[in-house]
């Protein structure tokens, strides 16, 4: 369904694969809502932001830079004792001063980021936001659970 808003109806499985002809944002974003985990699928309303961003900056869509197609693994990620630190990490330290501006200075301030409070910071491109609210996605379930997933932390 995705796939036929951003091409307007056209019809995606003449003699494509999985990825062929759609961008690689709006391929991310489908992953994302097919995760057989429903609790780590994105909620309608992110859903709607997204796709409303693509449709007032379709530029994103073929901007291989703002592709965002792997996430942090939560087993991977260190123990970020600053803001600086885990920005470096994911390539966004660009964005230092805006976190700082939104007196966002410790990794559990960073923890409770929505992706629109990046927006509202002043982070434009969806690209850079996804792969920021990846990472803290990442570092809550990393951090908060212990490394279990929401499912294994419920019980």
Same mark, same amino acid.
């Not at 994105?42 to 932001?49: E, G």
């Not at 976190?99 to 966002?104: F, P, Q, R």
């Not at 609210?133 to 570092?139: F, G, T, V």
């Given at each position: 369904m995705?796939?036929?808003i951003m !091409?307007?109806a *056209? $019809?995606?499985?003449?003699?494509? @694969? @999985?990825?062929? %002809? =759609?961008?690689k944002i709006? /391929?991310v974003? #489908?992953?994302? =809502? ?5 609790n780590?699928r994105?909620?309608? +309303?992110?859903?709607?932001?997204r796709?409303?961003e693509?449709f007032r900056?379709p ?6 830079l703002?592709?965002v197609?792997? !996430?942090p693994? &939560?087993d991977?990620l260190?123990e970020f004792k !600053?803001?600086?630190e885990w ?7 660009k964005?230092?001063?805006e976190?700082?501006? +939104? @007196?966002?200075n410790?990794?559990d301030k960073?923890? &409770?980021?929505q992706? $629109?409070?990046? $927006?509202? #910071? %002043?982070?434009?491109l969806?690209g850079h936001r996804?792969?920021m /609210?990846?990472?803290?996605?990442? #570092?809550k379930?990393?951090?908060f659970?212990?490394?279990l *997933? &929401? *499912?294994e +932390?419920a019980?």
């Open positions: 995705l796939w036929e !091409s307007f *056209d $019809r995606p499985y003449w003699d494509w @694969n @999985n990825y062929d %002809g =759609c961008p709006v /391929h974003l #489908m992953l994302e =809502c097919w995760e057989t985990d429903k780590k994105p909620k309608f +309303a992110d859903i709607v932001t796709l409303d693509l900056f530029e994103v869509l073929n901007d291989d703002l592709f197609t792997n !996430s693994k &939560e991977s260190p !600053s803001v600086d920005l470096k990490f994911i390539n966004m330290e964005y230092l001063d976190l700082y501006a +939104a @007196n966002v410790s990794i960073v923890t &409770e980021l992706e $629109r409070d990046l $927006r509202e #910071m %002043g982070i434009k969806i996804n792969k /609210h990846e990472s803290i996605k990442a #570092m379930t990393q951090y659970n212990g490394g *997933d &929401e *499912d +932390a019980i």
